[in-house]
Every structure is written in structure tokens, then in C-alpha cells.
């Protein structure tokens, strides 16, 4: 069997689409729709129902891509290998979130480096980005908001983030002491607003668990990068909801402060992703292993 047919089957196993398969692979649309039906002529059954979006993998598409999969996979790994070994390292391929992979994943894993791992990282603030990546063989791991679906995939839970609502103290003394115990969100809906996105994600999330509502807020300042909307904030700019791993400094040093202490503060799970059988090889598995010990403290 052509080992290109397959590369491209479970690419389109994978990304789901023929589109978003085709554009990963570097091929035209035609080009993976002629190799799926001639691979699906070569076996003499249908490998996908097409759908208005996408398509999804019969009975016998699942099956293949799980046995193929994890050979395709390896045949990668090996010739990746070969160009690691002629430098004398391993490489290894991490996507996540900008800040909280600078932050958190890429110094846990630095003390590899000395023992012959080496790091490239890509920033995505869509999990579904990096997942796709992950998926399509461009990353060994993927850390990601929400959990992959599918058994090409598998995904642990690494941890938990809590959520702060902050402003400068100069905000907060304007609310007064009691205005938010007695008036809560109307009080803070007041305030300018400091987001990552004009759709109030963090905000958003961060008034449906505590107030259970929707705020009625819009974006003041709306920067794409959870340390410019901290700085933002202790600049002044208006309330923000962050990470506290993220501000836990600025809230300590009295850049910021925060302006409710729920009693079940708003939580956000980060799962860490690997392909299904790439945790057998022995760079991955470690590096896969050092985040985990390493968020039992985060």
C-alpha cells in the first residue's frame, strides 16, 4: 500500500476535513479527494461519510487509523532521529498558550536541555489550533484548554488555573469597601474593561461562575496577550480577570489588587496532549513526565 495514501488518509482522519487536510499536507483540495478514492478503490470500502462540514471516518476508517497511525508516526520519528542524531540532540516540538507556555511549561522543562533536549515551541491561543498541529504531526506535545476528542489523541489533565479579578488600587478605592458586597456586578460593570478579546472570554467566564450572568460590559483596551492586559491594568487601565500564576507578583507588590475573594473561585483546566503512541518514545515520555511532576506545584 502507497505510503503517501496513507499519510494523506489519516491526515484527513485527523484534521476531520479535506480542506483543513489538504492545507496542512501543502496539497490542493482535488489532490487529497483523488488520493482518499483511490486508496478507498485499493480497499473496496468507503473510509469517510462526507458531511455539510467535514467529514467523519466509517467504521473501517477508524480501524485503519489506529493501525496505521502509530507506524506513520514512527516512521517520522526515525527519520527526525536521524537528523537529531547528526547534531547530538533530540528535539522536542511543544505547543500551548503563549503566556502560560513561557511561563510555566518552557522554564519546567529547561533543565532537559542538559540532558540533550532540545526545544521549539509555537504559541496558539485556540486549543482547537493546537490540537489540529498536534494532530497532524507538527508537535510531539500540545498543552490546551479543552480535552481532544477521538482515540488519536490522549490527554491528561496538568492542572488547574484560578482566575482574579484585579484593577489598579486606585479602581478599587473608587468602588468603596462595600459597594461590591451589596451592589456586585453593577457596581463593577462601571469600570473600564481590559481583555484579550473583543467577545470578553476571561470576563465572560469569570460572571457566569460568580454571578451567574452575563456581564454587560464591552472591551476598554483589548490586547491579545495576558501580560499586556496585566500591564494594562496596573497602568490603570481598568479591571481585568487573569490567571493568578500570572499576576500573583503584581498582586503582591500592590500593582494590583483583587477585587472579590469568592468563596469557589473560577477555575480553567489545562490538559497536556501527546498522539496516541508517541509516549513510547523516550524524549517525549520524559518531557511528558517532567510537566506533569512539575504541575503537582503550580
Known amino acids: 500500500m502507497d505510503l503517501t495514501l496513507l499519510r494523506t488518509f489519516v491526515m484527513v482522519h485527523r484534521a476531520g476535513s479535506f480542506t483543513r487536510a489538504a492545507a496542512l499536507l501543502g496539497l490542493s483540495q482535488p489532490a487529497v479527494t483523488s488520493q482518499i478514492r483511490t486508496l478507498e478503490r485499493q480497499l473496496g470500502r ?14 473501517t476508517g477508524d480501524e485503519l487509523a489506529h493501525r496505521a497511525a ?3 508516526d514512527a516512521l517520522i520519528e526515525i ?6 542524531e547528526e547534531s547530538g540532540v533530540r528535539t522536542l516540538h511543544l505547543a500551548g498558550p503563549p503566556e502560560f507556555t513561557s511561563m510555566r511549561a518552557l522554564p ?42 477521538g482515540g488519536l489523541l490522549a490527554a491528561t489533565a496538568l492542572c488547574d488555573e484560578e482566575h482574579v479579578l484585579v484593577a489598579a488600587p486606585r479602581w478599587a478605592g473608587r468602588l468603596g469597601p462595600g459597594a461590591l458586597r451589596h451592589k456586585g456586578p453593577v457596581v463593577l460593570e462601571q469600570l473600564p474593561v481590559v481583555e484579550v ?11 457566569a461562575a460568580v454571578f451567574e450572568s452575563r456581564p454587560a460590559l464591552s472591551g476598554t483596551v483589548v490586547v491579545p496577550d495576558l ?47 501527546v498522539r496516541a503512541g508517541t509516549l513510547a518514545l523516550p524524549h517525549i515520555a520524559r518531557a511528558h513526565e517532567w510537566l506533569l511532576r512539575a504541575a503537582a506545584d503550580w
Do not use: K
Open 197 to 207: 478579546h473583543e467577545s470578553l472570554p476571561l470576563v465572560s467566564r469569570y460572571w
Open 108 to 149: 519546567a522543562l529547561t533543565p532537559l536541555v542538559a540532558q540533550g533536549l532540545a526545544l521549539r515551541s509555537s504559541f496558539f491561543t485556540s486549543a482547537e489550533e493546537a490540537l489540529e498541529g498536534l494532530a497532524a504531526g507538527h508537535h510531539d506535545l500540545a498543552i490546551a484548554t479543552a480535552r481532544p476528542r
Open 46 to 59: 468507503p473510509l469517510f461519510l462526507r458531511r455539510a462540514r467535514g467529514v467523519t471516518p466509517t467504521t
Open 70 to 72: 502509530p507506524h506513520l
Open 79 to 84: 527519520a527526525e532521529a536521524e537528523l537529531d
Open 227 to 273: 501580560r499586556a492586559v496585566l500591564e494594562c491594568t496596573a497602568a490603570g487601565a481598568g479591571l481585568a480577570v487573569l490567571p493568578r500564576y500570572l499576576c500573583e507578583r503584581a498582586l503582591e507588590r500592590g500593582e494590583v489588587v483583587a477585587l472579590l475573594d469568592p468563596p469557589v473561585p473560577p477555575l480553567r483546566t489545562y490538559f497536556l496532549a
